[in-house]
T-cell receptor, first 109, second 114 residues
Framework: GQNIDQPTEMTATEGAIVQINCTYQTSGFNGLFWYQQHAGEAPTFLSYNVLDGLEEKGRFSSFLSRSKGYSYLLLKELQMKDSASYLC??????????WGAGTKLIIKP | IAGITQAPTSQILAAGRRMTLRCTQD?????MYWYRQDLGLGLRLIHYSNTAGTTGKGEVPDGYSVSRANTDDFPLTLASAVPSQTSVYFC?????????????FGPGTRLTVL
């Protein structure tokens, strides 16, 4: 079967750095997405990785290792507005997104 | 403002009733999707459409139907609602289906079936 695993919840301090991990087992791989979802709102796109390595976009970076079936999202200089759920999703061989349950990130002052 | 709209925002429905959730996008995207989001689970694909006039089944299609008469609209119908269909429903679109294009989401419809 297809499976995406992420921690359910993480807590971090304002101004710090946090790394949210995602491991996956899917039938085929056409890339991995990270989305941000604030409570009661729609998911919004953060990043897409299809090649191994680190992609940096401002305070957010995303890393992919295809051989390990592993990705992480790195958030730097955390702000209170970063409190949200972070969703990992893999595009499988049929180009359908398989979603993890999401990681709820709580930022404390 | 360009994007995706969904209606209604929320709805409480008696079991056995028929309900249509509306979704409209003005980005001229070819592909559209319906997901449901339940606590503790990832988003699950209900139905999708890669282009106007075509539809396909996702992971959890039973009890739901869709149509795609034109590019902009993609309604989701529950023919006879059951309590297990209580969920938050998100419509999404992307420039093309069967590709690596990013999906953009509407604000969601919170549906409660009693």
């Amino acid at each position: 079967g297809q499976n995406i695993d992420q921690p359910t919840e993480m807590t971090a301090t304002e101004g710090a750095i946090v790394q949210i991990n995602c491991t996956y087992q899917t039938s085929g791989f056409n890339g991995l997405f990270w989305y941000q979802q604030h409570a009661g709102e729609a998911p919004t796109f953060l990043s897409y990785n299809v090649l191994d390595g680190l992609e940096e976009k401002g305070r957010f970076s995303s890393f992919l290792s295809r051989s390990k079936g592993y990705s992480y999202l790195l958030l730097k200089e955390l702000q209170m507005k970063d409190s949200a759920s972070y969703l990992c999703a893999v595009l499988d061989s049929n180009y359908q997104l398989i979603w993890g349950a999401g990681t709820k990130l709580i930022i404390k002052p | 403002i360009a994007g995706i709209t969904q209606a209604p925002t929320s709805q409480i429905l008696a079991a056995g009733r028929r309900m249509t959730l509306r979704c409209t996008q003005d980005m001229r995207h070819n592909a559209m999707y319906w997901y449901r989001q339940d606590l503790g689970l990832g988003l699950r694909l209900i139905h999708y459409s890669n282009t106007a006039g075509t539809t396909g089944k996702g992971e959890v299609p039973d009890g739901y139907s869709v149509s795609r008469a034109n590019t902009d609209d993609f309604p989701l119908t529950l023919a006879s609602a059951v309590p297990s269909q209580t969920s938050v429903y998100f419509c999404a679109s992307s420039p093309s289906g069967g590709s690596t294009d990013t999906q953009y989401f509407g604000p969601g419809t919170r549906l409660t079936v009693l």
